[in-house]
DNA sequence: ATCCCAAACGGACCGCGGTCCAGTTTTCTT
DNA sequence: AAGAAAACTGGACCGCGGTCCGTTTGGGAT
Protein backbone atom coordinates (compact mmCIF):
# COMPACT_ATOMS: atom_id res chain seq x y z
CA UNK A 1 0.00 0.00 0.00
CA UNK A 2 1.57 3.26 -0.96
CA UNK A 3 -0.69 5.39 0.75
CA UNK A 4 0.63 8.11 3.12
CA UNK A 5 -1.37 11.32 3.72
CA UNK A 6 -0.58 13.94 0.36
CA UNK A 7 1.55 16.74 1.27
CA UNK A 8 -0.73 19.04 -0.62
CA UNK A 9 -3.73 20.13 1.21
CA UNK A 10 -4.49 18.81 -2.02
CA UNK A 11 -7.38 20.28 -4.23
CA UNK A 12 -8.61 24.20 -3.50
CA UNK A 13 -11.10 24.08 -6.44
CA UNK A 14 -13.43 21.73 -6.42
CA UNK A 15 -14.27 20.89 -2.59
CA UNK A 16 -16.01 23.73 -1.83
CA UNK A 17 -18.77 22.64 0.30
CA UNK A 18 -19.95 18.71 0.25
CA UNK A 19 -23.42 20.12 -1.30
CA UNK A 20 -24.14 22.04 -4.75
CA UNK A 21 -24.26 25.74 -5.82
CA UNK A 22 -22.03 28.84 -4.88
CA UNK A 23 -22.65 31.61 -7.66
CA UNK A 24 -19.91 34.31 -8.23
CA UNK A 25 -20.59 37.64 -9.88
CA UNK A 26 -19.34 37.32 -14.00
CA UNK A 27 -16.92 40.23 -13.21
CA UNK A 28 -13.61 40.11 -15.58
CA UNK A 29 -12.77 38.00 -18.00
CA UNK A 30 -10.30 34.62 -17.47
CA UNK A 31 -8.51 34.93 -13.98
CA UNK A 32 -8.64 38.50 -12.69
CA UNK A 33 -11.37 38.14 -10.41
CA UNK A 34 -11.61 37.62 -6.30
CA UNK A 35 -13.19 34.47 -5.68
CA UNK A 36 -10.82 32.37 -3.53
CA UNK A 37 -11.55 32.75 0.07
CA UNK A 38 -7.99 33.04 1.59
CA UNK A 39 -5.37 32.59 -0.46
CA UNK A 40 -1.97 34.43 0.15
CA UNK A 41 -0.89 37.35 -1.94
CA UNK A 42 1.31 35.63 -4.19
CA UNK A 43 -0.86 32.34 -4.73
CA UNK A 44 -3.53 34.20 -5.54
CA UNK A 45 -1.01 36.12 -8.59
CA UNK A 46 0.27 32.89 -9.12
CA UNK A 47 -3.11 31.38 -9.96
CA UNK A 48 -4.81 34.13 -11.96
CA UNK A 49 -1.26 34.27 -14.18
CA UNK A 50 -1.79 30.60 -14.38
CA UNK A 51 -5.39 30.60 -15.85
CA UNK A 52 -4.47 33.58 -18.26
CA UNK A 53 -1.17 31.59 -19.28
CA UNK A 54 -3.70 28.26 -19.62
CA UNK A 55 -6.41 30.12 -21.53
CA UNK A 56 -3.90 31.07 -23.84
CA UNK A 57 -2.66 27.76 -25.01
CA UNK A 58 -5.88 26.91 -25.27
CA UNK A 59 -6.45 29.67 -27.84
CA UNK A 60 -3.47 28.84 -29.67
CA UNK A 61 -2.83 25.18 -30.05
CA UNK A 62 -6.46 23.86 -28.65
CA UNK A 63 -7.41 21.90 -25.43
CA UNK A 64 -4.64 19.38 -26.37
CA UNK A 65 -1.64 21.44 -26.22
CA UNK A 66 -2.20 22.56 -22.39
CA UNK A 67 0.24 20.65 -20.96
CA UNK A 68 0.86 21.27 -17.65
CA UNK A 69 4.64 22.03 -17.42
CA UNK A 70 4.12 24.47 -20.73
CA UNK A 71 1.45 26.21 -18.76
CA UNK A 72 3.98 26.78 -15.76
CA UNK A 73 6.68 27.69 -17.97
CA UNK A 74 4.48 29.98 -19.75
CA UNK A 75 3.46 31.55 -16.31
CA UNK A 76 6.77 31.36 -15.08
CA UNK A 77 6.00 29.51 -12.62
CA UNK A 78 7.35 25.90 -11.18
CA UNK A 79 5.22 22.93 -11.69
CA UNK A 80 4.56 21.90 -8.82
CA UNK A 81 2.82 25.58 -8.12
CA UNK A 82 0.84 23.87 -10.94
CA UNK A 83 -0.77 21.14 -9.17
CA UNK A 84 -0.98 22.34 -5.73
CA UNK A 85 -3.52 25.15 -6.98
CA UNK A 86 -5.67 22.64 -9.29
CA UNK A 87 -4.49 19.52 -8.19
CA UNK A 88 -4.78 17.77 -11.40
CA UNK A 89 -4.91 18.91 -15.47
CA UNK A 90 -8.42 18.35 -14.97
CA UNK A 91 -8.94 20.77 -12.60
CA UNK A 92 -7.43 23.75 -14.57
CA UNK A 93 -9.44 22.75 -17.29
CA UNK A 94 -12.42 22.87 -15.16
CA UNK A 95 -11.35 26.20 -13.79
CA UNK A 96 -11.01 27.69 -17.34
CA UNK A 97 -14.95 26.50 -17.50
CA UNK A 98 -15.93 28.15 -14.09
CA UNK A 99 -16.88 31.46 -15.76
CA UNK A 100 -19.53 29.85 -17.85
CA UNK A 101 -20.40 27.46 -15.61
CA UNK A 102 -21.21 29.92 -13.11
CA UNK A 103 -23.28 31.97 -15.41
CA UNK A 104 -24.91 28.93 -16.56
CA UNK A 105 -25.59 28.27 -12.87
CA UNK A 106 -27.18 31.46 -12.23
CA UNK A 107 -29.21 31.77 -15.28
CA UNK A 108 -30.83 28.58 -13.74
CA UNK A 109 -31.27 29.80 -10.84
CA UNK A 110 -32.22 33.34 -10.57
CA UNK A 111 -32.64 34.26 -14.72
CA UNK A 112 -35.32 35.12 -16.85
CA UNK A 113 -37.75 31.99 -17.71
CA UNK A 114 -38.44 29.51 -19.34
CA UNK A 115 -34.79 28.78 -18.23
CA UNK A 116 -35.10 30.25 -14.89
CA UNK A 117 -37.75 29.83 -12.08
CA UNK A 118 -41.84 30.72 -13.15
CA UNK A 119 -42.31 28.53 -16.02
CA UNK A 120 -43.68 24.76 -15.71
CA UNK A 121 -41.17 22.25 -15.44
CA UNK A 122 -41.61 20.43 -18.53
CA UNK A 123 -40.42 23.70 -20.48
CA UNK A 124 -37.69 24.69 -17.94
CA UNK A 125 -36.28 20.92 -18.95
CA UNK A 126 -36.79 21.75 -22.28
CA UNK A 127 -34.96 24.71 -22.50
CA UNK A 128 -32.34 23.54 -20.11
CA UNK A 129 -31.45 20.82 -22.69
CA UNK A 130 -31.02 23.26 -25.55
CA UNK A 131 -29.50 25.85 -23.72
CA UNK A 132 -26.68 22.94 -22.32
CA UNK A 133 -26.60 21.50 -26.02
CA UNK A 134 -25.42 25.37 -27.26
CA UNK A 135 -23.05 25.84 -24.44
CA UNK A 136 -21.79 22.13 -24.76
CA UNK A 137 -21.16 22.65 -28.75
CA UNK A 138 -19.46 25.96 -27.88
CA UNK A 139 -17.21 24.22 -25.74
CA UNK A 140 -16.53 21.64 -26.93
CA UNK A 141 -12.90 20.91 -27.45
CA UNK A 142 -12.72 22.20 -23.72
CA UNK A 143 -15.48 19.70 -22.41
CA UNK A 144 -14.16 17.02 -23.75
CA UNK A 145 -10.66 17.83 -22.31
CA UNK A 146 -12.08 18.43 -18.82
CA UNK A 147 -13.75 15.20 -18.55
CA UNK A 148 -12.39 13.52 -15.58
CA UNK A 149 -11.40 9.82 -15.35
CA UNK A 150 -14.20 7.59 -15.27
CA UNK A 151 -14.59 7.06 -11.34
CA UNK A 152 -14.36 10.79 -10.67
CA UNK A 153 -16.57 11.91 -13.71
CA UNK A 154 -20.19 11.57 -11.73
CA UNK A 155 -18.79 13.32 -8.47
CA UNK A 156 -17.67 16.80 -10.00
CA UNK A 157 -19.51 19.27 -8.49
CA UNK A 158 -20.83 21.23 -11.82
CA UNK A 159 -21.76 17.45 -12.78
CA UNK A 160 -23.75 17.41 -9.72
CA UNK A 161 -25.37 20.46 -9.43
CA UNK A 162 -26.82 20.20 -13.22
CA UNK A 163 -28.10 17.15 -12.23
CA UNK A 164 -29.65 18.07 -9.43
CA UNK A 165 -31.02 21.01 -11.08
CA UNK A 166 -32.71 17.98 -13.51
CA UNK A 167 -33.90 15.83 -11.32
CA UNK A 168 -35.42 18.71 -9.30
CA UNK A 169 -37.54 19.72 -12.39
CA UNK A 170 -38.40 15.80 -12.94
CA UNK A 171 -39.19 15.69 -9.27
CA UNK A 172 -42.29 18.12 -10.04
CA UNK A 173 -43.13 17.26 -13.86
CA UNK A 174 -43.26 13.42 -12.83
CA UNK A 175 -43.79 12.68 -9.14
CA UNK A 176 -44.31 9.22 -9.78
CA UNK A 177 -41.08 8.30 -11.34
CA UNK A 178 -37.02 7.58 -10.14
CA UNK A 179 -36.01 11.03 -10.65
CA UNK A 180 -32.46 10.05 -9.91
CA UNK A 181 -32.04 7.84 -12.16
CA UNK A 182 -33.98 9.41 -14.74
CA UNK A 183 -31.98 12.86 -14.27
CA UNK A 184 -28.94 10.53 -15.32
CA UNK A 185 -29.82 9.41 -18.28
CA UNK A 186 -31.21 12.95 -19.68
CA UNK A 187 -27.87 14.32 -18.33
CA UNK A 188 -26.66 11.37 -20.30
CA UNK A 189 -27.79 13.07 -23.61
CA UNK A 190 -26.11 16.00 -22.97
CA UNK A 191 -22.56 14.58 -22.77
CA UNK A 192 -20.10 16.27 -23.94
CA UNK A 193 -18.38 13.51 -25.32
CA UNK A 194 -22.00 12.28 -26.68
CA UNK A 195 -22.22 15.37 -28.36
CA UNK A 196 -19.32 15.34 -29.87
CA UNK A 197 -19.48 12.47 -31.47
CA UNK A 198 -22.07 13.18 -32.59
CA UNK A 199 -22.11 16.34 -34.12
CA UNK A 200 -18.34 16.10 -35.35
CA UNK A 201 -17.96 12.06 -35.91
CA UNK A 202 -21.59 11.48 -37.56
CA UNK A 203 -22.45 15.18 -39.35
CA UNK A 204 -25.73 15.28 -37.14
CA UNK A 205 -26.70 19.09 -37.06
CA UNK A 206 -27.50 20.35 -34.09
CA UNK A 207 -31.07 21.35 -34.71
CA UNK A 208 -31.79 17.47 -34.57
CA UNK A 209 -29.73 17.10 -31.58
CA UNK A 210 -32.02 19.83 -30.04
CA UNK A 211 -35.30 17.90 -31.43
CA UNK A 212 -34.11 14.98 -30.10
CA UNK A 213 -34.02 16.77 -26.61
CA UNK A 214 -37.14 18.09 -26.84
CA UNK A 215 -38.92 14.74 -28.06
CA UNK A 216 -36.83 12.89 -24.98
CA UNK A 217 -38.02 15.32 -22.83
CA UNK A 218 -41.51 14.49 -23.63
CA UNK A 219 -41.35 11.08 -24.03
CA UNK A 220 -39.84 10.57 -20.21
CA UNK A 221 -42.36 12.93 -18.86
CA UNK A 222 -45.00 11.07 -20.92
CA UNK A 223 -46.28 14.52 -22.26
CA UNK A 224 -47.36 15.89 -25.65
CA UNK A 225 -44.11 17.18 -27.34
CA UNK A 226 -44.66 21.10 -27.92
CA UNK A 227 -46.96 21.78 -31.46
CA UNK A 228 -44.21 23.76 -32.64
CA UNK B 1 2.35 18.83 -37.56
CA UNK B 2 4.21 15.54 -36.12
CA UNK B 3 2.08 13.57 -39.01
CA UNK B 4 4.10 10.69 -40.37
CA UNK B 5 2.21 7.33 -41.52
CA UNK B 6 3.32 4.40 -38.58
CA UNK B 7 5.29 1.90 -39.00
CA UNK B 8 2.89 -0.34 -37.35
CA UNK B 9 0.15 -1.58 -39.68
CA UNK B 10 -1.18 -0.46 -36.50
CA UNK B 11 -4.67 -2.11 -35.16
CA UNK B 12 -5.42 -5.56 -35.86
CA UNK B 13 -7.81 -6.52 -33.51
CA UNK B 14 -10.59 -3.37 -33.61
CA UNK B 15 -10.76 -2.84 -36.78
CA UNK B 16 -11.96 -5.84 -39.04
CA UNK B 17 -15.14 -5.31 -41.04
CA UNK B 18 -16.31 -1.55 -41.00
CA UNK B 19 -19.79 -2.51 -40.46
CA UNK B 20 -21.07 -4.58 -36.96
CA UNK B 21 -20.87 -8.21 -36.08
CA UNK B 22 -18.28 -10.92 -35.96
CA UNK B 23 -19.16 -13.77 -34.06
CA UNK B 24 -16.95 -16.83 -32.89
CA UNK B 25 -17.05 -20.08 -31.18
CA UNK B 26 -16.74 -19.39 -27.41
CA UNK B 27 -14.14 -22.16 -27.36
CA UNK B 28 -11.51 -22.36 -24.53
CA UNK B 29 -10.84 -20.02 -21.84
CA UNK B 30 -8.45 -16.91 -22.36
CA UNK B 31 -6.00 -17.16 -25.03
CA UNK B 32 -6.03 -20.70 -26.52
CA UNK B 33 -8.57 -19.91 -29.41
CA UNK B 34 -7.74 -19.77 -33.48
CA UNK B 35 -9.57 -16.81 -34.36
CA UNK B 36 -7.40 -14.45 -35.66
CA UNK B 37 -7.17 -14.51 -38.99
CA UNK B 38 -3.65 -14.86 -40.86
CA UNK B 39 -0.94 -14.23 -38.21
CA UNK B 40 2.55 -15.63 -37.86
CA UNK B 41 3.02 -18.50 -35.69
CA UNK B 42 5.00 -16.53 -33.23
CA UNK B 43 2.91 -13.79 -33.27
CA UNK B 44 -0.37 -15.90 -32.32
CA UNK B 45 1.82 -17.83 -29.60
CA UNK B 46 2.90 -14.52 -28.33
CA UNK B 47 -0.41 -13.08 -28.49
CA UNK B 48 -2.13 -15.88 -26.26
CA UNK B 49 0.96 -15.55 -23.96
CA UNK B 50 0.16 -11.94 -23.70
CA UNK B 51 -3.34 -11.83 -22.88
CA UNK B 52 -2.67 -15.24 -20.51
CA UNK B 53 -0.30 -13.07 -18.62
CA UNK B 54 -2.60 -9.99 -18.76
CA UNK B 55 -5.93 -12.11 -17.70
CA UNK B 56 -3.41 -13.13 -14.23
CA UNK B 57 -2.55 -9.70 -13.54
CA UNK B 58 -6.22 -9.11 -13.54
CA UNK B 59 -6.90 -11.44 -11.25
CA UNK B 60 -3.89 -11.12 -8.79
CA UNK B 61 -3.91 -6.75 -8.96
CA UNK B 62 -6.82 -6.08 -10.67
CA UNK B 63 -7.58 -4.15 -13.61
CA UNK B 64 -5.71 -0.60 -12.54
CA UNK B 65 -2.03 -3.46 -11.85
CA UNK B 66 -2.52 -4.14 -16.02
CA UNK B 67 0.39 -2.26 -16.97
CA UNK B 68 1.82 -2.59 -20.55
CA UNK B 69 5.24 -3.22 -19.16
CA UNK B 70 4.37 -5.72 -16.19
CA UNK B 71 2.28 -7.49 -18.88
CA UNK B 72 5.16 -8.19 -21.68
CA UNK B 73 7.41 -8.31 -18.81
CA UNK B 74 5.01 -11.47 -17.50
CA UNK B 75 4.92 -12.51 -20.89
CA UNK B 76 8.17 -12.71 -21.17
CA UNK B 77 7.83 -10.39 -24.28
CA UNK B 78 9.19 -7.10 -25.60
CA UNK B 79 6.96 -4.37 -25.23
CA UNK B 80 6.93 -2.76 -28.77
CA UNK B 81 4.79 -6.23 -29.17
CA UNK B 82 2.22 -5.90 -26.85
CA UNK B 83 1.67 -1.89 -28.77
CA UNK B 84 2.06 -3.78 -32.41
CA UNK B 85 -0.38 -6.32 -30.98
CA UNK B 86 -2.82 -4.57 -29.25
CA UNK B 87 -2.51 -1.05 -30.66
CA UNK B 88 -2.93 0.63 -27.34
CA UNK B 89 -3.78 -0.21 -23.46
CA UNK B 90 -7.70 0.03 -24.07
CA UNK B 91 -7.16 -2.63 -27.33
CA UNK B 92 -5.42 -4.84 -24.97
CA UNK B 93 -8.50 -4.49 -22.01
CA UNK B 94 -11.00 -4.97 -25.11
CA UNK B 95 -9.30 -8.14 -26.19
CA UNK B 96 -9.79 -9.20 -22.60
CA UNK B 97 -13.07 -8.83 -22.55
CA UNK B 98 -13.46 -10.13 -26.23
CA UNK B 99 -15.02 -13.79 -24.95
CA UNK B 100 -18.09 -12.22 -23.11
CA UNK B 101 -18.87 -10.15 -25.93
CA UNK B 102 -18.96 -12.39 -28.18
CA UNK B 103 -21.26 -14.66 -26.70
CA UNK B 104 -23.59 -11.32 -25.58
CA UNK B 105 -23.99 -10.85 -28.79
CA UNK B 106 -24.86 -14.76 -30.13
CA UNK B 107 -27.35 -14.44 -27.63
CA UNK B 108 -28.66 -11.45 -29.21
CA UNK B 109 -28.52 -12.72 -32.50
CA UNK B 110 -29.33 -16.69 -32.39
CA UNK B 111 -29.92 -16.83 -28.62
CA UNK B 112 -33.64 -18.07 -26.99
CA UNK B 113 -35.85 -15.18 -26.71
CA UNK B 114 -36.81 -12.73 -25.01
CA UNK B 115 -33.02 -11.77 -25.48
CA UNK B 116 -32.98 -13.16 -28.80
CA UNK B 117 -35.13 -13.07 -31.72
CA UNK B 118 -38.65 -14.27 -31.23
CA UNK B 119 -39.88 -11.77 -28.49
CA UNK B 120 -41.93 -8.65 -29.01
CA UNK B 121 -39.17 -5.87 -29.26
CA UNK B 122 -40.31 -3.88 -26.22
CA UNK B 123 -39.41 -7.25 -24.30
CA UNK B 124 -36.29 -7.59 -26.05
CA UNK B 125 -35.13 -4.19 -25.12
CA UNK B 126 -36.23 -4.65 -21.58
CA UNK B 127 -34.55 -8.25 -21.63
CA UNK B 128 -31.47 -6.59 -23.18
CA UNK B 129 -31.01 -4.21 -20.48
CA UNK B 130 -30.73 -6.13 -17.80
CA UNK B 131 -28.66 -8.22 -19.22
CA UNK B 132 -26.12 -6.04 -20.04
CA UNK B 133 -26.57 -4.46 -16.32
CA UNK B 134 -25.93 -7.56 -15.29
CA UNK B 135 -22.66 -7.93 -17.45
CA UNK B 136 -21.60 -4.56 -16.70
CA UNK B 137 -21.65 -5.39 -12.60
CA UNK B 138 -19.94 -8.47 -12.97
CA UNK B 139 -16.86 -7.14 -15.18
CA UNK B 140 -17.31 -3.28 -13.34
CA UNK B 141 -13.58 -3.18 -13.08
CA UNK B 142 -12.23 -4.21 -16.21
CA UNK B 143 -14.89 -2.46 -18.00
CA UNK B 144 -14.00 0.70 -16.88
CA UNK B 145 -10.47 0.42 -16.93
CA UNK B 146 -10.80 -0.77 -20.94
CA UNK B 147 -13.18 2.36 -21.37
CA UNK B 148 -11.10 4.23 -24.68
CA UNK B 149 -10.68 7.82 -24.74
CA UNK B 150 -13.41 10.44 -25.22
CA UNK B 151 -12.80 10.33 -28.91
CA UNK B 152 -12.92 7.25 -29.50
CA UNK B 153 -15.61 5.99 -26.86
CA UNK B 154 -18.22 5.59 -29.10
CA UNK B 155 -16.59 4.38 -32.09
CA UNK B 156 -15.54 1.00 -30.80
CA UNK B 157 -16.92 -1.93 -32.61
CA UNK B 158 -18.46 -3.86 -29.76
CA UNK B 159 -20.45 -0.81 -29.00
CA UNK B 160 -21.32 0.42 -32.26
CA UNK B 161 -22.52 -3.57 -32.38
CA UNK B 162 -24.99 -3.21 -28.99
CA UNK B 163 -26.22 0.76 -30.23
CA UNK B 164 -27.03 -0.87 -33.55
CA UNK B 165 -29.08 -3.34 -32.00
CA UNK B 166 -30.77 -1.08 -29.51
CA UNK B 167 -31.47 1.21 -32.64
CA UNK B 168 -32.89 -2.00 -34.49
CA UNK B 169 -35.64 -2.62 -31.63
CA UNK B 170 -36.35 0.66 -31.28
CA UNK B 171 -37.23 1.20 -35.39
CA UNK B 172 -39.68 -2.21 -34.42
CA UNK B 173 -41.23 -0.30 -31.45
CA UNK B 174 -41.29 3.00 -31.99
CA UNK B 175 -41.00 3.72 -35.41
CA UNK B 176 -41.65 7.26 -35.16
CA UNK B 177 -38.84 8.26 -33.41
CA UNK B 178 -35.39 8.91 -34.06
CA UNK B 179 -34.46 5.59 -33.06
CA UNK B 180 -30.53 6.82 -33.30
CA UNK B 181 -30.50 9.17 -31.10
CA UNK B 182 -32.83 7.57 -28.74
CA UNK B 183 -30.14 4.47 -29.00
CA UNK B 184 -27.56 6.39 -27.53
CA UNK B 185 -30.01 7.60 -24.51
CA UNK B 186 -30.48 4.05 -23.76
CA UNK B 187 -26.99 3.01 -23.76
CA UNK B 188 -25.99 5.89 -22.03
CA UNK B 189 -28.24 4.57 -19.20
CA UNK B 190 -26.23 1.19 -19.18
CA UNK B 191 -22.61 2.60 -19.22
CA UNK B 192 -19.95 0.89 -17.33
CA UNK B 193 -18.83 4.18 -15.66
CA UNK B 194 -22.03 5.53 -14.61
CA UNK B 195 -23.34 1.94 -13.42
CA UNK B 196 -20.15 2.20 -11.47
CA UNK B 197 -21.07 5.48 -9.95
CA UNK B 198 -24.53 3.97 -9.04
CA UNK B 199 -23.73 0.91 -7.41
CA UNK B 200 -20.58 1.77 -5.93
CA UNK B 201 -20.44 5.26 -4.96
CA UNK B 202 -24.37 5.57 -4.42
CA UNK B 203 -25.30 2.19 -3.42
CA UNK B 204 -27.86 2.46 -5.67
CA UNK B 205 -28.72 -1.56 -5.53
CA UNK B 206 -28.66 -3.52 -8.84
CA UNK B 207 -32.26 -4.12 -8.81
CA UNK B 208 -33.62 -0.49 -8.45
CA UNK B 209 -31.01 -0.13 -11.12
CA UNK B 210 -33.12 -2.50 -13.26
CA UNK B 211 -36.59 -1.06 -12.02
CA UNK B 212 -34.93 2.21 -13.52
CA UNK B 213 -34.15 0.52 -16.91
CA UNK B 214 -37.69 -1.08 -17.07
CA UNK B 215 -39.59 2.05 -16.49
CA UNK B 216 -37.06 3.94 -18.88
CA UNK B 217 -38.16 1.99 -21.49
CA UNK B 218 -41.49 1.87 -21.17
CA UNK B 219 -41.59 5.87 -20.98
CA UNK B 220 -39.29 5.73 -24.16
CA UNK B 221 -41.74 3.55 -26.42
CA UNK B 222 -44.47 4.99 -24.44
CA UNK B 223 -45.85 1.82 -23.30
CA UNK B 224 -46.78 0.14 -20.13
CA UNK B 225 -44.90 -1.15 -18.01
CA UNK B 226 -45.03 -4.73 -17.07
CA UNK B 227 -47.27 -5.82 -14.73
CA UNK B 228 -44.61 -7.63 -12.49
C1' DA C 1 10.93 46.38 13.67
C1' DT C 2 11.36 41.46 14.60
C1' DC C 3 10.24 36.77 14.88
C1' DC C 4 8.11 32.78 13.43
C1' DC C 5 5.67 29.25 10.97
C1' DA C 6 2.12 27.84 7.99
C1' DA C 7 1.69 28.34 3.34
C1' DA C 8 3.53 28.44 -1.00
C1' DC C 9 7.24 27.46 -4.19
C1' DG C 10 9.97 24.96 -7.80
C1' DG C 11 12.27 21.61 -10.01
C1' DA C 12 14.31 16.98 -9.58
C1' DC C 13 12.24 12.67 -9.78
C1' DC C 14 9.17 8.61 -10.97
C1' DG C 15 6.11 5.52 -13.64
C1' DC C 16 3.55 4.63 -17.48
C1' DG C 17 1.70 4.91 -22.15
C1' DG C 18 3.28 5.16 -26.55
C1' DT C 19 6.91 5.38 -30.56
C1' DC C 20 11.00 4.06 -33.23
C1' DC C 21 14.13 1.37 -35.56
C1' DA C 22 17.91 -1.95 -36.09
C1' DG C 23 18.07 -6.66 -36.05
C1' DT C 24 15.75 -11.36 -36.27
C1' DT C 25 12.49 -14.86 -37.87
C1' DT C 26 9.08 -16.67 -40.97
C1' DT C 27 7.28 -17.56 -45.20
C1' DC C 28 7.02 -17.12 -50.13
C1' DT C 29 9.24 -17.60 -54.66
C1' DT C 30 12.01 -19.80 -58.02
C1' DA D 1 18.02 -25.09 -51.31
C1' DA D 2 18.73 -20.42 -51.48
C1' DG D 3 17.57 -15.84 -51.38
C1' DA D 4 14.64 -11.94 -50.68
C1' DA D 5 10.57 -9.66 -49.09
C1' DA D 6 7.38 -9.22 -45.43
C1' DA D 7 6.25 -9.64 -40.77
C1' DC D 8 7.57 -9.59 -36.26
C1' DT D 9 10.52 -8.52 -32.19
C1' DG D 10 12.53 -6.03 -28.21
C1' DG D 11 14.24 -2.53 -25.71
C1' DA D 12 16.01 2.17 -25.84
C1' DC D 13 13.76 6.39 -26.04
C1' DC D 14 10.33 10.32 -25.38
C1' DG D 15 6.72 13.26 -23.29
C1' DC D 16 3.54 13.98 -19.92
C1' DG D 17 0.95 13.61 -15.59
C1' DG D 18 1.78 13.45 -10.96
C1' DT D 19 4.70 13.37 -6.45
C1' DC D 20 8.32 14.71 -3.13
C1' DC D 21 10.86 17.49 -0.40
C1' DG D 22 14.30 21.06 0.67
C1' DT D 23 13.88 26.13 0.34
C1' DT D 24 11.58 30.61 0.32
C1' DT D 25 8.13 33.98 1.63
C1' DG D 26 4.07 36.35 3.22
C1' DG D 27 1.78 38.18 7.03
C1' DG D 28 0.02 37.81 11.77
C1' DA D 29 1.73 38.12 16.62
C1' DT D 30 4.79 40.36 19.88
Redesign the interface.
Known sequence: MPAALPPFPKPQETVGPPELLQLGTGAAATGTEEDEPCLRADAARNRARLLEAAARLVAEHGAAGVTMEAVAAAASVGKGTVFRRFGDRTGLLMALLDHSEKNFQAALLGGPPPLGPGAPPVERLRAFGCAMLRRSIAELDLQ?AA?PS??R???SAPRRFLRGHVALLLRQAVPD??SE??S??LM??L????V???TE?CG?PPT??R??WT??VA??T?TEPPPA
Open positions: LEAERYTADLLHTAYDAALHHLQVRLAGDLRVR
